[in-house]
Protein backbone atom coordinates (compact mmCIF):
# COMPACT_ATOMS: atom_id res chain seq x y z
CA UNK A 1 0.00 0.00 0.00
CA UNK A 2 3.15 2.18 0.78
CA UNK A 3 3.63 1.95 -2.66
CA UNK A 4 0.90 3.13 -4.22
CA UNK A 5 1.37 7.12 -4.54
CA UNK A 6 4.43 6.41 -6.33
CA UNK A 7 3.05 3.92 -8.96
CA UNK A 8 0.16 6.42 -9.13
CA UNK A 9 2.98 9.45 -9.78
CA UNK A 10 4.60 7.25 -12.21
CA UNK A 11 1.34 6.56 -13.69
CA UNK A 12 0.46 10.00 -14.15
CA UNK A 13 3.53 11.37 -15.68
CA UNK A 14 3.22 10.85 -18.91
CA UNK A 15 -0.69 11.15 -19.08
CA UNK A 16 0.18 14.77 -16.85
CA UNK A 17 1.88 15.89 -19.91
CA UNK A 18 -0.49 15.43 -22.65
CA UNK A 19 -3.47 16.72 -20.60
CA UNK A 20 -4.71 19.91 -20.73
CA UNK A 21 -4.36 22.17 -17.36
CA UNK A 22 -5.47 20.66 -13.84
CA UNK A 23 -9.31 21.87 -13.58
CA UNK A 24 -10.35 24.75 -11.75
CA UNK A 25 -11.30 24.20 -7.99
CA UNK A 26 -14.47 23.68 -7.39
CA UNK A 27 -16.18 27.27 -6.96
CA UNK A 28 -15.93 28.51 -3.42
CA UNK A 29 -19.76 28.71 -1.69
CA UNK A 30 -20.87 30.58 0.98
CA UNK A 31 -23.66 30.58 2.69
CA UNK A 32 -25.80 33.37 4.50
CA UNK A 33 -26.93 32.55 7.96
CA UNK A 34 -29.42 34.67 9.49
CA UNK A 35 -28.56 32.94 12.63
CA UNK A 36 -26.24 30.37 13.61
CA UNK A 37 -25.99 27.91 16.19
CA UNK A 38 -22.16 26.42 15.96
CA UNK A 39 -22.39 24.12 18.18
CA UNK A 40 -19.87 25.32 20.42
CA UNK A 41 -20.37 28.26 21.25
CA UNK A 42 -22.93 29.39 24.57
CA UNK A 43 -24.39 32.03 22.07
CA UNK A 44 -26.30 32.18 18.79
CA UNK A 45 -24.71 34.58 16.46
CA UNK A 46 -26.65 36.53 13.59
CA UNK A 47 -25.85 37.66 9.88
CA UNK A 48 -23.08 34.96 9.88
CA UNK A 49 -21.14 34.35 6.37
CA UNK A 50 -20.14 30.16 5.97
CA UNK A 51 -17.35 30.26 3.51
CA UNK A 52 -17.09 26.34 1.77
CA UNK A 53 -14.40 25.31 -0.45
CA UNK A 54 -15.23 21.37 -1.90
CA UNK A 55 -15.67 19.60 1.35
CA UNK A 56 -14.80 21.72 4.05
CA UNK A 57 -15.38 24.99 6.14
CA UNK A 58 -12.91 27.71 4.77
CA UNK A 59 -14.21 30.67 6.95
CA UNK A 60 -17.23 31.82 9.49
CA UNK A 61 -17.57 35.43 10.68
CA UNK A 62 -19.64 38.65 9.99
CA UNK A 63 -21.02 38.27 6.57
CA UNK A 64 -19.72 41.39 5.20
CA UNK A 65 -16.10 40.19 6.18
CA UNK A 66 -16.18 36.53 5.11
CA UNK A 67 -18.30 37.76 1.61
CA UNK A 68 -14.87 40.05 1.07
CA UNK A 69 -12.81 37.00 0.96
CA UNK A 70 -14.87 35.26 -2.05
CA UNK A 71 -16.56 37.79 -4.40
CA UNK A 72 -16.87 35.01 -6.71
CA UNK A 73 -18.48 32.41 -4.44
CA UNK A 74 -21.96 30.84 -5.36
CA UNK A 75 -24.35 32.29 -2.66
CA UNK A 76 -26.98 29.90 -0.79
CA UNK A 77 -29.20 32.57 1.16
CA UNK A 78 -30.35 30.91 4.15
CA UNK A 79 -31.10 34.69 5.52
CA UNK A 80 -34.54 33.99 6.96
CA UNK A 81 -32.83 30.69 8.85
CA UNK A 82 -31.14 29.54 11.91
CA UNK A 83 -27.79 27.16 10.38
CA UNK A 84 -26.54 24.60 12.74
CA UNK A 85 -23.91 22.16 12.41
CA UNK A 86 -25.69 18.51 11.15
CA UNK A 87 -27.10 16.64 13.54
CA UNK A 88 -25.34 13.18 15.23
CA UNK A 89 -26.99 10.32 16.38
CA UNK A 90 -24.68 8.12 18.37
CA UNK A 91 -26.93 5.07 18.76
CA UNK A 92 -28.69 3.75 15.86
CA UNK A 93 -28.93 0.28 13.88
CA UNK A 94 -29.33 0.74 10.37
CA UNK A 95 -30.01 -2.98 9.97
CA UNK A 96 -32.63 -3.13 12.02
CA UNK A 97 -36.73 -1.66 11.65
CA UNK A 98 -37.86 -1.62 15.17
CA UNK A 99 -38.16 -5.02 17.06
CA UNK A 100 -40.92 -3.45 20.53
CA UNK A 101 -41.65 -7.42 20.19
CA UNK A 102 -39.26 -10.34 20.00
CA UNK A 103 -41.44 -11.64 16.90
CA UNK A 104 -40.62 -8.51 15.31
CA UNK A 105 -36.77 -9.28 16.40
CA UNK A 106 -37.19 -12.98 14.94
CA UNK A 107 -39.25 -11.95 11.53
CA UNK A 108 -36.10 -9.38 10.44
CA UNK A 109 -33.53 -11.81 11.54
CA UNK A 110 -35.22 -15.27 9.89
CA UNK A 111 -37.10 -14.14 7.46
CA UNK A 112 -35.38 -11.47 5.67
CA UNK A 113 -32.15 -11.84 4.13
CA UNK A 114 -29.26 -9.64 4.38
CA UNK A 115 -29.36 -8.25 1.35
CA UNK A 116 -33.04 -6.99 1.87
CA UNK A 117 -31.82 -5.76 5.02
CA UNK A 118 -28.86 -3.97 4.03
CA UNK A 119 -31.13 -2.45 1.03
CA UNK A 120 -33.17 -0.70 3.83
CA UNK A 121 -30.23 0.28 5.78
CA UNK A 122 -29.27 2.55 3.15
CA UNK A 123 -32.95 3.58 3.11
CA UNK A 124 -32.43 4.24 6.59
CA UNK A 125 -28.87 6.00 6.03
CA UNK A 126 -30.79 8.63 3.55
CA UNK A 127 -33.97 8.84 5.37
CA UNK A 128 -31.74 10.01 8.55
CA UNK A 129 -29.65 12.41 6.31
CA UNK A 130 -32.85 13.99 5.15
CA UNK A 131 -34.10 14.57 9.10
CA UNK A 132 -30.37 16.26 9.37
CA UNK A 133 -28.18 13.83 10.56
CA UNK A 134 -25.41 14.46 8.59
CA UNK A 135 -23.15 11.67 11.14
CA UNK A 136 -24.41 7.88 12.67
CA UNK A 137 -22.41 5.93 14.98
CA UNK A 138 -24.34 2.60 13.92
CA UNK A 139 -23.76 0.08 17.42
CA UNK A 140 -24.42 -3.09 15.69
CA UNK A 141 -26.26 -5.00 12.54
CA UNK A 142 -28.50 -7.40 15.10
CA UNK A 143 -27.60 -10.81 12.90
CA UNK A 144 -26.88 -8.85 9.57
CA UNK A 145 -23.08 -9.94 9.79
CA UNK A 146 -20.47 -6.85 8.18
CA UNK A 147 -23.12 -5.11 6.28
CA UNK A 148 -22.86 -2.12 8.00
CA UNK A 149 -19.97 -1.23 6.50
CA UNK A 150 -21.36 -2.15 3.05
CA UNK A 151 -23.60 0.38 3.54
CA UNK A 152 -20.72 2.97 4.87
CA UNK A 153 -18.72 2.20 1.76
CA UNK A 154 -21.19 2.74 -1.06
CA UNK A 155 -22.31 6.15 1.17
CA UNK A 156 -18.55 7.12 1.08
CA UNK A 157 -18.30 6.46 -2.66
CA UNK A 158 -21.43 8.53 -3.20
CA UNK A 159 -23.36 5.34 -4.90
CA UNK A 160 -26.22 6.51 -2.53
CA UNK A 161 -27.14 9.26 -0.30
CA UNK A 162 -26.58 8.69 3.34
CA UNK A 163 -25.52 10.25 6.47
CA UNK A 164 -21.69 9.51 7.36
CA UNK A 165 -21.19 5.72 9.43
CA UNK A 166 -19.17 5.01 12.27
CA UNK A 167 -19.91 0.75 12.34
CA UNK A 168 -19.57 -1.46 14.87
CA UNK A 169 -20.17 -4.69 13.09
CA UNK A 170 -21.68 -7.43 15.00
CA UNK A 171 -21.37 -6.59 18.51
CA UNK A 172 -21.06 -9.84 21.49
CA UNK A 173 -22.51 -11.17 24.23
CA UNK A 174 -21.59 -14.92 25.64
CA UNK A 175 -23.55 -17.86 24.56
CA UNK A 176 -27.35 -18.31 25.54
CA UNK A 177 -27.57 -14.29 26.61
CA UNK A 178 -28.93 -12.42 23.20
CA UNK A 179 -31.29 -13.23 20.81
CA UNK A 180 -32.37 -15.33 19.03
CA UNK A 181 -32.53 -18.21 21.90
CA UNK A 182 -32.78 -21.78 21.41
CA UNK A 183 -36.32 -23.41 21.36
CA UNK A 184 -35.49 -26.45 19.72
CA UNK A 185 -32.11 -27.72 20.34
CA UNK A 186 -31.66 -29.58 17.09
CA UNK A 187 -32.38 -26.15 15.28
CA UNK A 188 -29.04 -23.45 15.73
CA UNK A 189 -30.63 -20.26 15.05
CA UNK A 190 -28.96 -17.27 13.76
CA UNK A 191 -28.21 -15.18 16.79
CA UNK A 192 -28.30 -11.23 16.93
CA UNK A 193 -24.42 -10.47 18.29
CA UNK A 194 -21.20 -12.42 17.72
CA UNK A 195 -20.91 -15.04 20.51
CA UNK A 196 -17.62 -14.83 22.35
CA UNK A 197 -16.70 -16.76 25.50
CA UNK A 198 -13.65 -16.92 27.09
CA UNK A 199 -10.69 -14.22 27.10
CA UNK A 200 -8.66 -15.42 23.74
CA UNK A 201 -12.17 -15.34 22.06
CA UNK A 202 -12.58 -12.06 23.01
CA UNK A 203 -9.40 -11.27 22.27
CA UNK A 204 -10.39 -13.07 18.52
CA UNK A 205 -13.68 -10.88 17.86
CA UNK A 206 -12.28 -7.90 18.35
CA UNK A 207 -9.63 -8.44 15.80
CA UNK A 208 -12.24 -10.27 13.33
CA UNK A 209 -14.28 -7.25 13.41
CA UNK A 210 -11.83 -4.77 13.44
CA UNK A 211 -10.51 -6.36 9.84
CA UNK A 212 -14.16 -6.23 8.85
CA UNK A 213 -14.30 -2.57 9.10
CA UNK A 214 -15.65 -2.00 12.65
CA UNK A 215 -14.54 1.72 13.84
CA UNK A 216 -15.84 0.88 17.09
CA UNK A 217 -16.70 -2.55 19.00
CA UNK A 218 -20.00 -2.71 21.05
CA UNK A 219 -20.84 -5.49 23.51
CA UNK A 220 -24.00 -6.55 25.58
CA UNK A 221 -22.60 -5.75 29.35
CA UNK A 222 -26.19 -7.04 30.88
CA UNK A 223 -29.58 -8.52 30.86
CA UNK A 224 -32.87 -9.35 33.01
CA UNK A 225 -33.33 -6.03 34.67
CA UNK A 226 -35.18 -5.90 37.81
CA UNK A 227 -36.32 -3.49 40.99
CA UNK A 228 -34.97 -4.10 44.57
CA UNK A 229 -37.23 -2.52 47.16
CA UNK A 230 -35.12 0.70 47.31
CA UNK A 231 -36.28 1.18 43.91
CA UNK A 232 -32.47 0.31 42.50
CA UNK A 233 -31.77 -1.31 39.38
CA UNK A 234 -30.24 -3.94 39.06
CA UNK A 235 -29.64 -6.15 36.27
CA UNK A 236 -27.53 -9.72 35.49
CA UNK A 237 -23.85 -9.45 33.89
CA UNK A 238 -23.06 -11.16 30.78
CA UNK A 239 -19.18 -10.87 30.62
CA UNK A 240 -16.94 -11.84 33.80
CA UNK A 241 -14.44 -9.00 34.48
CA UNK A 242 -11.81 -10.60 32.67
CA UNK A 243 -14.06 -10.96 29.69
CA UNK A 244 -15.07 -7.53 29.60
CA UNK A 245 -11.50 -6.34 30.22
CA UNK A 246 -9.66 -8.59 27.40
CA UNK A 247 -12.50 -6.80 24.97
CA UNK A 248 -11.45 -3.23 25.77
CA UNK A 249 -8.11 -3.63 26.17
CA UNK A 250 -7.89 -5.29 23.02
CA UNK A 251 -10.35 -2.74 21.26
CA UNK A 252 -8.32 0.47 22.28
CA UNK A 253 -4.97 -1.39 21.61
CA UNK A 254 -6.05 -1.72 17.40
CA UNK A 255 -6.98 2.08 18.04
CA UNK A 256 -11.00 2.15 18.56
CA UNK A 257 -13.35 2.72 21.34
CA UNK A 258 -16.29 0.56 23.08
CA UNK A 259 -19.70 1.40 23.85
CA UNK A 260 -21.61 -1.09 25.97
CA UNK A 261 -24.99 -1.86 26.01
CA UNK A 262 -25.80 -1.39 30.20
CA UNK A 263 -29.28 -0.98 31.73
CA UNK A 264 -28.82 -1.90 35.52
CA UNK A 265 -26.55 -0.43 37.93
CA UNK A 266 -25.03 -4.41 37.49
CA UNK A 267 -24.44 -3.87 34.26
CA UNK A 268 -23.23 -0.45 34.21
CA UNK A 269 -20.79 -0.70 37.04
CA UNK A 270 -19.43 -3.66 35.34
CA UNK A 271 -18.78 -1.65 32.30
CA UNK A 272 -16.98 0.85 34.10
CA UNK A 273 -14.81 -1.60 35.35
CA UNK A 274 -13.74 -2.78 31.73
CA UNK A 275 -13.06 0.87 30.51
CA UNK A 276 -15.46 1.08 28.04
CA UNK A 277 -15.86 4.44 26.54
CA UNK A 278 -19.76 5.18 26.21
CA UNK A 279 -22.54 3.71 28.40
CA UNK A 280 -25.49 2.80 25.97
CA UNK A 281 -29.13 3.11 27.93
CA UNK A 282 -27.42 3.73 31.04
CA UNK A 283 -31.54 4.05 32.57
CA UNK A 284 -30.26 2.27 35.96
CA UNK A 285 -27.54 5.18 36.71
CA UNK A 286 -26.97 5.75 40.18
CA UNK A 287 -24.86 9.03 41.94
CA UNK A 288 -21.64 7.09 42.65
CA UNK A 289 -21.72 5.71 39.11
CA UNK A 290 -21.89 9.32 37.61
CA UNK A 291 -19.26 10.32 39.48
CA UNK A 292 -17.05 7.22 38.01
CA UNK A 293 -17.88 8.43 34.08
CA UNK A 294 -17.07 12.26 35.34
CA UNK A 295 -13.90 10.60 36.53
CA UNK A 296 -12.84 8.44 33.84
CA UNK A 297 -14.55 10.83 30.71
CA UNK A 298 -16.86 8.40 29.75
CA UNK A 299 -20.17 9.08 27.87
CA UNK A 300 -23.58 8.59 28.19
CA UNK A 301 -25.78 7.75 25.48
CA UNK A 302 -29.59 7.52 27.16
CA UNK A 303 -31.47 6.67 24.02
CA UNK A 304 -34.91 8.37 25.55
CA UNK A 305 -36.75 8.14 22.35
CA UNK A 306 -36.52 4.20 22.23
CA UNK A 307 -37.00 3.71 26.36
CA UNK A 308 -40.44 5.65 25.48
CA UNK A 309 -41.39 3.52 21.91
CA UNK A 310 -41.15 -0.12 23.84
CA UNK A 311 -43.34 1.06 27.30
CA UNK A 312 -45.85 -1.27 25.61
CA UNK A 313 -43.95 -4.74 25.99
CA UNK A 314 -44.62 -4.05 30.19
CA UNK A 315 -42.57 -5.61 32.51
CA UNK A 316 -40.23 -3.31 34.01
CA UNK A 317 -39.71 -1.19 30.74
CA UNK A 318 -42.80 1.46 31.94
CA UNK A 319 -40.68 2.18 35.21
CA UNK A 320 -37.47 2.70 33.20
CA UNK A 321 -38.76 5.53 31.42
CA UNK A 322 -39.56 7.54 34.81
CA UNK A 323 -36.04 6.22 36.30
CA UNK A 324 -34.13 7.14 33.41
CA UNK A 325 -35.78 10.25 33.58
CA UNK A 326 -34.61 11.55 37.48
CA UNK A 327 -31.14 10.04 36.40
CA UNK A 328 -30.74 12.27 33.20
CA UNK A 329 -31.73 15.44 35.28
CA UNK A 330 -28.61 14.39 38.12
CA UNK A 331 -26.04 13.60 35.36
CA UNK A 332 -26.90 17.35 34.13
CA UNK A 333 -26.08 19.01 37.22
CA UNK A 334 -23.32 16.70 37.82
CA UNK A 335 -21.43 17.56 34.31
CA UNK A 336 -21.86 13.96 32.40
CA UNK A 337 -21.46 14.20 29.32
CA UNK A 338 -24.51 13.13 27.56
CA UNK A 339 -23.96 12.23 24.03
CA UNK A 340 -27.26 12.38 21.87
CA UNK A 341 -28.61 8.65 21.01
CA UNK A 342 -31.83 7.42 20.08
CA UNK A 343 -31.80 3.90 19.37
CA UNK A 344 -33.52 4.11 16.04
CA UNK A 345 -33.93 1.00 14.62
CA UNK A 346 -35.63 -0.02 17.66
CA UNK A 347 -38.24 1.62 16.67
CA UNK A 348 -39.06 2.46 13.10
CA UNK A 349 -36.95 4.71 10.74
CA UNK A 350 -40.15 5.75 8.70
CA UNK A 351 -42.30 6.46 11.94
CA UNK A 352 -40.48 8.56 14.24
CA UNK A 353 -37.69 11.57 13.39
CA UNK A 354 -34.83 10.90 15.38
CA UNK A 355 -34.72 14.65 16.21
CA UNK A 356 -37.66 14.05 18.68
CA UNK A 357 -34.49 13.06 20.88
CA UNK A 358 -33.51 16.75 21.50
CA UNK A 359 -37.33 17.68 22.68
CA UNK A 360 -37.13 14.99 25.41
CA UNK A 361 -33.92 15.99 26.29
CA UNK A 362 -34.99 19.84 27.25
CA UNK A 363 -38.06 18.36 28.97
CA UNK A 364 -35.24 16.01 31.19
CA UNK A 365 -33.14 19.11 32.70
CA UNK A 366 -31.18 20.42 29.47
CA UNK A 367 -30.99 23.98 28.03
CA UNK A 368 -31.83 23.90 24.36
CA UNK A 369 -28.32 25.19 23.54
CA UNK A 370 -27.14 21.93 26.03
CA UNK A 371 -29.20 19.83 23.89
CA UNK A 372 -28.64 20.96 20.51
CA UNK A 373 -24.25 20.71 21.89
CA UNK A 374 -25.28 17.14 22.84
CA UNK A 375 -26.15 16.04 19.63
CA UNK A 376 -23.30 18.15 17.74
CA UNK A 377 -19.90 18.70 19.37
CA UNK A 378 -20.44 16.31 22.60
CA UNK A 379 -20.93 13.31 19.91
CA UNK A 380 -17.77 14.55 17.67
CA UNK A 381 -16.10 14.50 21.04
CA UNK A 382 -17.21 10.42 21.76
CA UNK A 383 -16.33 9.64 18.18
CA UNK A 384 -12.93 11.73 18.38
CA UNK A 385 -13.98 13.59 15.54
CA UNK A 386 -13.87 17.69 16.86
CA UNK A 387 -11.42 18.50 14.03
CA UNK A 388 -13.71 16.87 11.31
CA UNK A 389 -17.23 16.97 12.79
CA UNK A 390 -20.00 18.68 14.91
CA UNK A 391 -19.61 22.74 15.02
CA UNK A 392 -19.63 25.07 11.97
CA UNK A 393 -15.53 26.47 11.88
CA UNK A 394 -12.96 26.72 9.68
CA UNK A 395 -11.25 23.47 8.84
CA UNK A 396 -14.69 20.85 9.49
CA UNK A 397 -16.68 19.31 7.19
CA UNK A 398 -18.94 21.21 5.71
CA UNK A 399 -22.28 19.32 6.98
CA UNK A 400 -25.15 21.82 7.78
CA UNK A 401 -28.63 21.74 8.35
CA UNK A 402 -31.24 24.70 8.45
CA UNK A 403 -34.36 25.20 10.14
CA UNK A 404 -37.05 27.64 9.60
CA UNK A 405 -37.55 29.16 13.62
CA UNK A 406 -35.17 29.51 16.75
CA UNK A 407 -35.13 26.35 18.05
CA UNK A 408 -33.57 27.74 21.37
CA UNK A 409 -37.06 28.67 21.74
CA UNK A 410 -38.58 25.93 20.35
CA UNK A 411 -36.43 23.00 20.38
CA UNK A 412 -39.16 20.83 18.34
CA UNK A 413 -37.76 22.79 14.95
CA UNK A 414 -35.00 20.28 14.94
CA UNK A 415 -37.87 17.88 13.71
CA UNK A 416 -38.20 20.65 10.72
CA UNK A 417 -35.25 20.40 8.88
CA UNK A 418 -35.25 22.47 5.95
CA UNK A 419 -32.03 22.49 4.37
CA UNK A 420 -29.10 19.42 4.52
CA UNK A 421 -26.02 20.05 3.46
CA UNK A 422 -22.99 17.18 3.63
CA UNK A 423 -19.32 17.66 2.74
CA UNK A 424 -20.25 21.06 0.94
CA UNK A 425 -23.30 18.83 -1.19
CA UNK A 426 -27.01 19.67 -0.91
CA UNK A 427 -28.63 17.16 -0.25
CA UNK A 428 -32.35 18.98 1.16
CA UNK A 429 -33.67 22.45 0.58
CA UNK A 430 -37.34 23.11 1.22
ZN1 LIG B 1 -29.37 -0.21 20.49
Request: cysteine-free; aromatic content about 6%.
Amino acid sequence: MRRLPLLLAVLAGPLAAQAPAAPAPPQPVLIKAGRLIDGRSAQAQTNVGILIEGERIRAVGPLAQVQAQAPNARVIDLSQMTVLPGLIDTHTHLLLQGDITSQEYEDQLLKQSIPYRAILAARNARLALEHGFTTLRDVETEGAMYADVDVKLAVNRGEVPGARIFASTRAMAPTGMYPIGGPNWEIELPHGVQTVDGVENARLAVREQVQHGADWIKYYSDRRYYFTPDSTLRSWVNFTDDEARAIVDETHRLGRKVAAHAIGSDGIAAALRAGVNSIEHGDGLTDSLMDVMVRNNVYWVPTVTVGVHVVPRGGVWPALVALERRAFARAVRKGVKIALGTDVGGFPWTEINQAKEFEYYVQYGMTPMQAIQSGTSVAAALLGQEQNLGAVAPGLYADLVAVAGDPLRDITELQRVKFVMKGGTVYLSQ
